[in-house]
């Protein structure tokens, strides 16, 4: 079963025409300023994927935050 980190860069990698590279470095080293700054990598440590998911969903529905 894939870890939370790997589902949520799959779902980052789908929502960016299956670019796992990138998908990979905007989960590591892009802060999220909306959120307060640290990285997706660091929310999902911290036990916040949920949020992750739902700021990626939104996004894509082209809307932040």
Do not use: C
Request: net charge negative; glycine share 16%.
């Amino acid at each position: 079963m894939p870890t939370e980190e790997e589902q949520m860069i799959d779902l980052i990698a789908r929502m960016n025409g299956g670019d796992i590279e990138r998908a990979r470095a905007w989960f590591f080293e892009e802060p999220l300023g909306e959120l307060g700054g640290d990285t997706a990598a660091s929310y999902v440590s911290k036990g916040k994927g949920d949020a992750i998911r739902h700021y990626v969903l939104n996004l894509g529905a082209g809307a932040t935050g």
